[in-house]
Structures are given as structure tokens and as C-alpha cells.
């Protein structure tokens, strides 16, 4: 794995800020109803893409997840501009505006989604990654879910088929305590998720979500494993969201010593001290850091908003192939 050091310290920092007020921009947009639809926020879990693509080779592994998907694919390598503009629903968007923000897609960047249906992407990343095995091409494929997604059936059978194959796979569960507004506790008799694995044979761990470090250095573990064609691991990373399930979740479930509690283990609170301890940076040099990076989120919106809106033919063009329709007649 490559070296964690006051670059690393520094780049993450700046990514994670990035994504934290990329996103909060989101749910201004959202509520002066400039993006529809559904919303999912992912504040307070952004060490888990940091930890990861630091560990990952970026030239040629692959990352498939659920519908919590905006800063993965920018962590990815693709244009926060083209995201933002999905999310408006433009067509300069990473699905032409018709995806949405459950749906983000960058083939360039191997991100294969951005899955609305629950548990959905998991046969989806095995199948990628068996795809990887038989072209003989030294993939892994890192296959999210939520803690909800573990109680789907197609996980199991997933589980088996990848030990079955020994595909060169990552499962990993975000665990942010909650599916939608249920908690572990009151859907599973297993708090430790990461356990489900253990009776499928696949090496499992239980990882701390709000520190990149630790989550960089488990992941690089798996990841070499399955390059190495030791077959699937599976990685439980504790982490925590800050906002509700989506925008119309008016998180009842949860106290607010609760949430405060988990703020004051924020990772972009962590990393932003660890680099003023070792005087890597200044407090005025992030202060600068971060005016410059809302500048940059300025431009993103204003980018989406001067896109053209997706016409009526490109919605027909994307969902049929045979340019006659012939489904429709």
C-alpha cells in the first residue's frame, strides 16, 4: 500500500471537506426544490471513500454501491460538476439527467452505480467481478451495501457463489446504525454484522468507519487478498450519518445527544488535527483551503444550471435500443 503521509493527510482533508459542503449545498438545492426527488446525504461517513481509494488501484478496481452514491464517484475521479448537474437533472449529467441522484454512473472511472433497489448492487458486483476473473484482468471489484442491505436474501447467495468462485471481491458494509429509521439492534439478533460472513467461510472483520487510516490499510488487506485470487472478504466499517435517511426523514428515531456524541468523532474534525498538530498546515492555510473549495462548489452549480435540461427523444434513445420503438407501436 502506498505510504500514508502529510500529503495524504492534506489530500484527504481537502476531499473530504469538498464532499461535506458538496453536499450540503445539495440540501439547499433541495430545499428550494432546484433538485427533486429523492435525496440521500452522505455526511459523516466520507473517511470510507478516502481509507478505500487510497488503498485501491485506481487504473483498474472497481466500486459498485446503493443509492447513497454522490461522493463515491467523485472519489473515483469523476467530475463533481457532472454529478451536480445529474442531481439538477441536466443532460450534461453522469446519466444525461435521467438517472437522478440515486442513479450515478461513470464507466470511465469504473463506478458502476448508484442502485435504488435495496441489496440490488450485491449480485451486481459479484457478477462484475467473476467478469474480471474470466478475462483474467487483476480487478477487485469493492461491492457496498448498508447495514439494511444485509437482510436481503441475494446477499447469502451471493456469499456462496463468491467463495464457490473465489471472485475477486470486497464486500463491505457501511453500517450507520440505521436502515432508513430502524436500528441494528431492533432488526437483527447480530450487532456485529461483519459475523454473516464467518459462516460462508469468508474472512471478516469489523472496522472503525470514522478513521481513514484504519479502514486504507483493512481494505488494501482484502484487496490484495483477492488480487492474489484468495477469493472474497468481507469488511463491517462502523461509521455514522450526520443527516437523516434522506431529505424527508425527520429522524425521530434518534436523539440529538445522540448525533452529537458521533459529531464529536467527526473524520474531517480528526484529520483536520492531526494535520495542525504537526504543522503541516496553519489554521489560516485551511481557512484558505476551505474558501477556495466552496468557490469550487459555486462553480459546480453554476455549471448544472447552465446546462440544457434533457429533451423527451433522449429519454426514449437511452431505454431503447432499436431507434424505432418498436415496443411502443
Partial sequence: MKKITADTYIRWFKNMFFWRKFEDKCRSLYLKKRIRGFLHLYNGQEAIPAGLTHAMDMSKDNIITAYRCHIIPMAMGTDPKKIMAELLGKKTGTSHGIGGSMHIF???????????IVGGQIPLGAGISFADKY????????????????????????FNMAMLWKLPIVFI???????????????????????????????????????PEEIAKSSFFAIERARNGEGATFLEIRTYRYRGHSMSDSESYRSKDEVLFYK??????????????????????????????????????????????????????????????PFLN
Fill in 106 to 116: 461513470s464507466k470511465n472511472h469504473r463506478f458502476y452505480g448508484g442502485h435504488g
Fill in 264 to 325: 464529536k468523532k467527526d473524520p474531517i474534525l480528526r484529520i483536520k488535527k492531526i494535520i495542525i498538530n504537526n504543522n503541516w498546515k496553519t489554521d489560516e492555510d485551511i481557512k484558505f483551503l476551505e474558501n477556495k473549495i466552496k468557490i469550487e462548489i459555486d462553480s459546480c452549480v453554476e455549471f448544472a444550471e447552465k446546462s440544457s435540461s434533457p429533451s423527451v427523444k433522449d429519454m426514449y434513445d437511452f431505454v431503447y435500443d432499436e431507434k424505432k420503438y
Fill in 173 to 211: 458494509c457501511e453500517n450507520n446504525k440505521y436502515a432508513m429509521g430502524t436500528s441494528v439492534k431492533r432488526s437483527s439478533n447480530m450487532d456485529n454484522i461483519y459475523k454473516i460472513g464467518l459462516s460462508y467461510g469468508i474472512p471478516s472483520y469489523q472496522i472503525d468507519g470514522m478513521n
Fill in 135 to 158: 478475462f483474467k484482468r487483476k480487478s477487485v471489484t469493492l461491492t457496498l451495501m448498508g447495514d439494511g442491505a444485509v437482510r436481503q436474501g441475494a446477499l447469502h447467495e451471493t
